[in-house]
């Protein structure tokens, strides 16, 4: 099967620490689902709240599937920033859809830029992908800013309930 060993890695990334969802004790999986299922995350995701029991299915699937990545992300004090994905990973094209979320009870400013920055560095100089793209709806003009600052362009929409989703692409080097 033609994947790369490090989506099932944690590692460290300068100074962030990148911890694999498939290595996380029950503790950190249920602190991980109160940041996923935040209102704020919630309202711009595409699957809602989400249970634990839904959690968990979603891991096993996530254990056989070699074209999907999920990482818990701490700075060096080990707090959590956020969370960042792969998904859809086309080994051949080189190709991927990326995600994130950060951890709103962090108060910090420019979470989401570091996010950003890790996913797009792991993609790039780890994985080395070609091209990462997402999915976005219009109104999350927050993310649709930050993506465009690094350089996103919009290549596509379509409508889900009555919701506009933005289909945007980075090309890498
Ligand atoms: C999207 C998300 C990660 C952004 O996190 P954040 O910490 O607010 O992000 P940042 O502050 O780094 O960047 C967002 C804003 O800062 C701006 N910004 C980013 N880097 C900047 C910089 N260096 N200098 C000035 N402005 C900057 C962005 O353009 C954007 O601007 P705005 O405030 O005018 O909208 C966060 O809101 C989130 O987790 N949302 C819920 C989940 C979600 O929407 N995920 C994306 C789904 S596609």
Not at 35 to 57: A, C, D, M, Y
Not at 116 to 123: A, E, G, V, Y
Request: hydrophobic share 40%; proline share 2%.
């Amino acid at each position: 099967m033609l994947f790369n060993p490090l989506i099932k890695s944690s590692f460290c990334l300068k100074e962030y620490e990148l911890w694999n969802y498939l290595h996380l004790s029950t503790a950190e999986y249920k602190s991980l689902l109160k940041l996923r299922n935040h209102p704020e995350v919630i309202k711009w995701s595409f699957s809602g709240n989400i249970t634990l029991q839904q959690h968990l299915n979603f891991l096993s699937d996530l254990k056989k599937s070699p074209n999907k990545a999920y990482w818990l992300v701490k700075n060096k004090e080990g707090i959590i920033l956020g969370c960042v994905n792969l998904s859809r990973i086309n080994w051949v094209k080189l190709e991927a859809y990326l995600g994130l979320f950060k951890n709103f009870y962090n108060p910090s400013k420019r979470i989401g830029q570091v996010l950003l920055k890790i996913i797009l560095d792991i993609s790039a100089d780890l994985l080395g992908l070609k091209k990462v793209s997402l999915e976005v709806f219009e109104q999350n003009l927050k993310a649709i800013n930050l993506y465009k600052r690094f350089g996103f362009k919009i290549e596509d929409f379509y409508y889900t309930n009555n919701r506009k989703v933005l289909i945007m692409s980075k090309n890498l080097k």
